[in-house]
Every structure is written in structure tokens, then in C-alpha cells.
């Protein structure tokens, strides 16, 4: 079976959509989308990502299934409660100007000056008794995340079973998700069986990029899934459209038009 994970094309999250550029981006995409040879679509509920993926659903004549807990990963954490957190986002607090408080940060937006030396972080198990979790519902939100995608594989007949799969039904079926960055580096560290905060703060997926894991079921009934493609963005290579730059940070700190 083949998992695939689209990032919505470049977003105005303002209104939550997407850009013109998302909407080129989209549209490459669609172009391309049927060499996938997708049998099911799954969606967040968020506008840019059905934004995104109506184009290609309009190729493939096919229906979606709305889920939830498809949309971005909402974890967060307060600076309101600790000054651990705070140091976490020394630079880059932001205050609310009605209530006079730090607004709530995502946890992908962590500084390197912190988790830098805390590499608990990133630690298999360890990273839930981390004390800046104890400041956010990260654990509460992955948990509940990551349980959806279990019942889902499951009923495509994977049973996860402790860092493998059982394999009560095989199936060679391709199942796309037009989701967003945060949720599919989640979903990535619960089939790589690594800390969450790995790819939420090492990987780049850029804005309708597509990444690919496919079964391996070299022993009968025991599957594993392995990733064969991670942010591929050939189909905006093919009309020479440059990726965003959208989930980055600077290259140098002196390129002020870049994201600190």
C-alpha cells in the first residue's frame, strides 16, 4: 500500500486559502496527479487544503473524505506559564495586544539556541516527559493524532504492533491525504517511530509537495512502511515555478527578506 502526503499549495492563511502562486502550484499538481494512481482521498477541513486539493479531485473524478484530525497539527505552547517556555521563544514572543498576554506558539517554532540543549526533544519516548511539554498539549494532541491514523491504516488491514505492522489484509492500494506540513511530520514520526519533534524541526515540505511511503511486507503478515520520496516537487520543476519558501527560515541571518 502506498501512502501519499500533499501539502497544500502556497497559503494566505489570512483568509485561509491560498495565494495566486498556491493556485499555480495547485494546478501543476493536478496536471500530474493521475501518474499517483490514487483510490482514495482523504482532506483536513482547513481552506487551503481543500483549496489545493480540488483541483486534483477534479482530474481524478474522484470523492474525498473529510477528516478532523487532518488539520494542521494544532499543538501548542504557552509562554504565559513558565519561563522555560519563554526561552524556547526568546526572540520570537508575540503579545496580544487585547489581553496583554504572550500569544500561544506552535511547537515547530521552537529557537535552535533551545533545543539545542535539550535533546530530549528528541528522543523516542522522551520527549513527553520534556519540561517544555508540560506547558503545551503536544502529548494529548499526538496521542489523539496519531490513534486516528492507526484506525485508519488498520482498516485498510495494517495493525500497528509495536514497531512493526501485522498485515490482516495486503493490499496494493495508493491513499493520498491533501493535508498540511505540521500533520504529515507528525504522521511521519509515527511510522518512522521517532520523537515528532525530529522532522517538525529538521524537515522541510514545501508548499504542494508531495511525499510517498510504500509497505514492505518481506515477511508474511509483518509490514513495515518505508518512505521513497519526501517533499518532491517535480511537477513545479516541470514549469519552471519556484518552490515557496514557506516553512523555512533564513539561510543567513543577513537576508532580511527571508523568515527569522
Known amino acids: 500500500m502506498k501512502l501519499i502526503f500533499i501539502r497544500h499549495g502556497d497559503p494566505d492563511y489570512a483568509k485561509d486559502g491560498l495565494t495566486e502562486k498556491g493556485k499555480v502550484e495547485a494546478k501543476a499538481l493536478a496536471d500530474m496527479i493521475e501518474r499517483y494512481n490514487i483510490d482514495d482521498v482523504y482532506q483536513s477541513p482547513l481552506g487551503r487544503a481543500v483549496e489545493t486539493a480540488e483541483y486534483s479531485l477534479k482530474v481524478l473524478g474522484k470523492k474525498v473524505t473529510t477528516c ?136 522541510c515540505i514545501a508548499p504542494s509537495a508531495v511525499t510517498v511511503v510504500v509497505t514492505e511486507e518481506r515477511e508474511k503478515g509483518i509490514a513495515t512502511f518505508r518512505t521513497s520520496r519526501v517533499g518532491d516537487i517535480s511537477h513545479l520543476n516541470l514549469i519552471g515555478e519556484k518552490p515557496s519558501f514557506s516553512a523555512r527560515f533564513c539561510e543567513v541571518f543577513e537576508n532580511e527578506d527571508e523568515r527569522h
Open 68 to 203: 478532523e484530525w487532518l488539520r494542521e497539527f494544532p499543538a501548542l505552547i504557552d509562554p504565559n506559564l513558565s519561563e522555560e517556555v519563554r526561552r524556547a521563544y526568546s526572540k520570537d514572543r508575540k503579545i496580544n495586544p487585547e489581553t496583554g498576554k504572550y500569544e500561544k506558539r506552535v511547537v515547530w517554532d521552537i529557537l535552535p539556541s533551545y533545543y539545542g540543549s535539550h535533546p530530549e526533544l528528541f528522543d523516542y519516548k522522551g520527549w513527553r516527559d520534556a519540561e517544555l511539554m508540560k506547558y503545551s498539549n503536544a502529548v494529548e494532541v499526538y496521542d489523539r493524532v496519531t490513534s486516528e491514523f492507526s484506525k485508519l491504516l488498520e482498516s485498510y488491514g495494517y495493525v500497528r504492533d509495536g514497531c512493526a505492522y501485522k498485515v490482516k489484509e495486503g493490499n496494493d492500494k495508493t491513499i493520498a491525504f491533501f493535508c498540511h506540513y505540521g500533520i504529515t511530520s507528525v504522521m511521519l514520526s509515527y511510522l518512522w517511530h521517532i520523537s515528532p519533534m525530529v522532522p517538525l524541526q529538521f524537515l
